[in-house]
């Protein structure tokens, strides 16, 4: 097998420190020598080892992608040195003989002959926009929990406000669980803190506040509603910055706005994980192979094992699933249009699938080209195959029981 680079190293990372293997060419003509070194975790020994790679002159370095421990070392060394980041998936030991020295010189060897491929990393701007997204992603999601536990611990107060108010969080039911943690207890009372359209729900109201609540869960449910005001206002001040963040990106995040289904947030994720650069994936399959919206491929003997979507960046499929489920939703759009046509077919999980993918192939044509959404309507099925509509219709009334006559309209 040929070889790529004579001077290679593999890095084997871990919490404490990592194992560098320097493949070196050896004393006799076609051999190779590799000798395995420990470092450190430190940034203070991490560029003492920057200064022992420089001095071998590698001409390549090779490290996995282990956890988050990766990180310092791959951010100190990539402006210095001609570092890469690989899959794990990828660069897999021989099982039996794996330990934190044998994966380092697999690496160096692996890397020596040129068959890995990097993994993308952003630059730091992207980086910076990417940790920003992630927080308030996870700052959401725990603000949703607080909620939940909330909800279910009403029930044990036997106040059923959930069941008559869509949004335990809105302005009219904030105001009611405020008062009866202040200690008003009044049903009458409380019902008359709707607003809105909830107003017209006051008996149904009445009924639903009337319950056992005491001193006890007035502290519980305090509680609970601090922890949800203290995500609220992480999820906002993270808004904030991501809008002064996002600022090189706001031609892309207006574009991408105009899919359906995509809102502001979510431009904001797709822009955050993929960098905005389309440079970075060859062809739309490749963003979507490398977003896991796509089948995967195992095959033996001429025999299809398994086509079940490859693992992907869990935050984009997050936004897209969101994106597709509301779009899924609406009337009037291509989109809408071809998750019922795929639905009615194979179900409504693939169908969220086909939809991330679709949208996902918009994204890259749009970042690539500079071009907006043009929908190709509602209708696009029915354009392009008339006939094939005509018949589904006929046999359609067919199976009700209609005898069907053909007419064309007068032009």
């Known amino acids: 097998m040929d070889i790529v680079h004579e001077r290679a190293a593999g890095i084997d990372i871990s919490k404490r420190d990592a194992k560098v293997a320097v493949r070196v060419p050896g004393k006799r003509a076609g051999t190779f020598a590799t000798s395995v070194t420990t470092w450190g975790a430190t940034v203070g020994q991490i560029l003492e080892l920057i200064d022992f790679l420089a001095a071998q002159h590698v001409t390549t370095v090779v490290m996995e992608a282990t956890s988050d421990y990766w990180k310092p070392f791959y951010f100190l060394m990539e402006h210095s040195l001609p570092v890469m980041l690989v899959n794990a998936r990828q660069a897999r030991n021989i099982p039996g003989r794996k330990t934190d020295v044998s994966d380092a010189a697999w690496l160096a060897q692996l890397a020596a002959h040129g068959l890995l491929r990097a993994s993308f990393v952003p630059p730091e701007p992207v980086r910076e926009l990417r ?3 992630r927080a308030r992603a996870i700052a959401v999601r725990d603000r949703t929990r607080q909620v939940q536990r909330l909800e279910k611990f009403l029930e044990s107060t036997g106040i059923k406000l959930s ?3 869509s949004e335990l969080m809105g302005a009219s039911s904030r105001a009611m669980l405020d008062a009866l943690v202040a200690g008003e207890r009044d049903p009458v009372v409380l019902a008359g803190m709707a607003k809105g359209v909830l107003r017209k729900k006051t008996p149904e109201l009445e009924a639903a506040l009337h319950g056992r ?22 999820i906002d001040r993270l808004t904030a910055r991501i809008e002064d963040a996002i600022s090189p990106f706001r031609a892309a995040r207006d574009a991408l706005t105009t899919i359906p289904g995509i809102s502001v947030t979510v431009a904001d994720v797709i822009i955050a994980e993929t960098g905005g650069d ?6 739309p399959g490749r963003l979507a192979s490398w977003a896991g919206v796509c089948p995967g491929q195992n095959e033996s003997a001429g ?12 935050y984009l499929k997050a936004a897209l699933g969101v994106a597709a489920l509301s779009v ?14 795929i639905a009615a077919r194979r179900g409504p999980i693939k169908a969220v699938v086909a939809i991330e993918h679709t949208i996902l192939i918009a994204v890259w044509h749009m970042l690539t080209t500079g071009e907006t959404y043009l929908d190709p309507g509602a209708d696009y099925y029915t354009r392009l195959d008339p006939q094939r509509a005509k018949n589904k219709a006929i046999r359609q009334l067919q199976n009700l029981g209609y005898e069907v006559v053909i007419t064309p309209a007068a032009a």
């Open 303 to 314: 025999r299809v094992k398994s086509s079940h979507t490859r693992p992907g960046d869990k």
């Open 131 to 133: 940790d920003l997204t």
């Open 328 to 341: 899924s939703r609406s009337k009037g759009t291509y989109l809408a249009a071809r998750y019922r046509r």
């Open 278 to 283: 389309m440079t970075v994936f060859e062809t």
């Open 163 to 165: 069941s008559v108010a």
């Open 213 to 234: 609540f005491t001193e006890h869960h007035a502290f519980l449910v305090s509680e609970y509603l601090t922890q949800i005001d203290t995500a609220t206002g992480m």
